[in-house]
């Protein structure tokens, strides 16, 4: 019984054929994303906001469709609701209101009403905490350090484990990965928050593992293939890694898409991101990180350093 193959276990695409298209189309991409966020900004979310959670328990099963209209008509601005816990545990992000503390107060004082009103006298009110700006300012800038932190230590990694060559070829796609997932939040003006820069160390983790196992083929295939131009085993070692980094895209989509459609409201945003992260991740590891390589004229350098290593 034959067994069914997505993927031919031979191909012979010529990727590098159409490297500068896409090497300069991808320059141009990270661009206009990096104009998009300038001009049209990103649309924080409570965390970078400043707000107030507030953490409540239902008397059943918490109904989050029918609280959020709830609440929704309050006029208080954006609304985030989640349960933890059991599913009577609620956490209520309510976005910072203008003005002071009396006005956040206020704030939260008709959230209460309305949800005793709703639900009846037997819902508890467990703690209500105030995030401010300062704090969000904080998270915000943490949030960024982080991925620098993460982008920084990729080419650490990848400057030990391989040339430099390879370390500056992963740090370009995953700026690609990173800049065009922040453009696309921009243009369409979906939530920034902490789950999106969770999102985006999540795709910097996918793309780099891609990216090294398409970096590790290439290593094997220019010890073995001596005598061929970069490009030709580029292009061998990408068909010889085509059918892993699709398979593992695709299914990890699947997953992905499942719980875009069927996970909520609440993790819609960040599963977007993901979604984004995977198809960018996988594109970047063949169409950017592999022809870096031929610009920074990899072959030549490792023959200079062969060598030079050979000389007593």
């Avoid at 910097?204 to 196992?213: A, E, I, K, R």
């Avoid at 131009?229 to 010889?240: A, M």
Wanted: proline residues 2%; glycine residues 8%; aromatic residues 10%.
């Amino acid at each position: 019984m034959r067994r069914f193959r997505l993927i031919p276990d031979k191909t012979a695409i010529g990727f590098m054929r159409h490297r500068v298209v896409c090497l300069w189309g991808s320059i141009v991409v990270i661009v206009l994303s990096m104009i998009a966020v300038a001009i049209l900004g990103l649309n924080f979310g409570i965390d970078f906001r400043g707000g107030t959670l507030l953490e409540v328990r239902m008397p059943g099963p918490a109904d989050l469709a029918r609280m959020r209209t709830s609440l929704g008509d309050l006029g208080l601005g954006q609304v985030q609701l989640q349960t933890f816990g059991d599913e009577r545990e609620v956490l209520i992000r309510i976005e910072r209101q203008e003005g002071d503390a009396a006005q956040q107060q206020k704030a939260i004082e008709l959230v209460k009403q309305r949800l005793v009103q709703e639900f009846g006298e037997k819902v508890e009110f467990r703690r209500a905490e105030y995030v401010g700006p300062k704090v969000s300012e904080e998270l915000l800038r943490n949030g960024i350090l982080a991925v620098l932190l993460a982008v920084g230590l990729v080419l650490v990694y990848i400057w030990f484990r391989f040339e430099w060559q390879f370390g500056a070829g992963a740090v370009f796609a995953l700026l690609h990965d990173v800049a065009t997932t922040i453009g696309v939040f921009a243009i369409l003006g979906l939530e920034f928050n902490l789950s999106t820069v969770a999102a985006i160390l999540t795709i910097v983790g996918y793309s780099l593992n891609d990216t090294v196992v398409v970096y590790d083929r290439i290593r094997e295939n220019l010890r073995r293939y001596k005598t061929l131009k970069l490009e030709e085993v580029i292009d061998r070692s990408l068909n010889e890694t085509l059918s892993r980094t699709l398979m593992t895209s695709l299914t990890t989509l699947l997953a992905l898409f499942a719980l875009f459609f069927f996970g909520g409201a609440v993790i819609r945003d960040f599963t977007f991101a993901m979604i984004w992260g995977v198809v960018a991740g996988t594109y970047s590891s063949i169409y950017i990180a592999a022809p870096i390589l031929i610009y920074f004229n990899l072959r030549a350098v490792l023959a200079k350093e062969g060598a030079a290593a050979a000389t007593p």
